[in-house]
């Protein structure tokens, strides 16, 4: 590439909170013990984070993700806990003087639904409603493998998929434009995608490079600071004994290489460093800095 230009800042914006059960969301770990650093309400759900990344450069906007978005009943918003929303990644945007029409790409790490439901939203009413781009200036990047996998996704796993999320990009003619990803790649300057199939097939952790630091935004392959131990995996992973390798060569290279991990569903760590036990045991640091 040309333009080396690095990332000069990179800001956490909140979309919205939610719940998830306790038990999906750490497979084998008995409650007691993941109960303790994530308590659950009356239904079993815990509290997580819907954490996009604003990456600025000096021409160019990029979002990481974009939340759970808007397009829901309220018996699902019910289901699911979404609260403190609707607008608040307008209001975050606001906050640091951009709108959605500045947003210059869009990073997907994968099309569940509490990812890539922000990237629309209804318009009009009634019979004229209908779904269209949230960030309509903006190029959208995912992998090949989970645009396919989430375009015939199994029985086991076809619930966190919502159509409705992403096949605005073929059914719209304004749509905007979808670049399909193939594997590890620096998409643009400082920004490397890094597959991984343990979540789901073709999910991407992002490996970004400032002047100064080293970031991996983990999406979830860790969605918490509680995930950091190897038995602690999701429920909802598909190949949890894949998550655990993937997991642990992350870690190894971010421990070493003085990574600073960020976590999209923890609902109160945004960054973190990687510390080791005596028995090499990996922990997260929060990191309570603006980068």
């Not at 999320?165 to 399909?180: G, M």
């Amino acid at each position: 590439m040309k333009n080396r230009t690095l990332p000069t800042r990179l800001t956490p914006l909140m979309e919205a909170r939610f719940g998830l059960d306790g038990g999906a969301m750490f497979g084998i770990i008995p409650r007691p013990l993941w109960e303790r650093t994530n308590p659950a309400d009356a239904q079993n759900r815990i509290d997580m984070a819907c954490r996009c990344l604003l990456v600025e450069y000096p021409d160019r906007n990029v979002l990481v993700d974009c939340g759970i978005g808007s397009k829901w009943s309220q018996k699902e918003r019910g289901i699911y806990n979404i609260n403190a929303q609707d607008t608040a990644l307008t209001e975050a945007l606001n906050a640091r003087g951009l709108s959605p029409a500045d947003i210059d790409d869009v990073i997907l790490t994968h099309l569940h639904f509490d990812h890539v439901g922000g990237a629309s939203e209804f318009a009009g009413e009634g019979d004229a409603q209908r779904v269209r781009a949230t960030f309509a200036n903006a190029r959208h990047w995912v992998q090949r493998r989970n645009w396919a996998w989430a375009n015939g996704p199994s029985a086991r796993d076809g619930g966190s998929y919502r159509p409705i999320d992403f096949t605005f990009f073929e059914t719209q003619a304004d749509a905007p434009p979808l670049e399909l990803v193939d594997g590890i790649a620096e998409i643009m300057p400082g920004i490397e995608v890094l597959p991984m199939h343990g979540h789901t097939f073709g999910m991407q952790v992002l490996k970004i490079t400032t002047a100064e630091h080293t970031f991996a935004y983990v999406a979830d392959l860790i969605p918490t600071t509680s995930h950091m131990r190897d038995p602690y995996v999701m429920g909802y992973d598909i190949q949890p004994l894949v998550t655990v390798e993937e997991k642990r060569g992350l870690l190894y290279e971010a421990s070493r290489n003085d990574w600073i991990l960020i976590f999209g569903h923890d609902p109160s760590t945004s960054f973190a460093r990687v510390e080791l036990d005596k028995r090499g045991r990996p922990s997260a640091v929060p990191l309570d800095i603006d980068f």
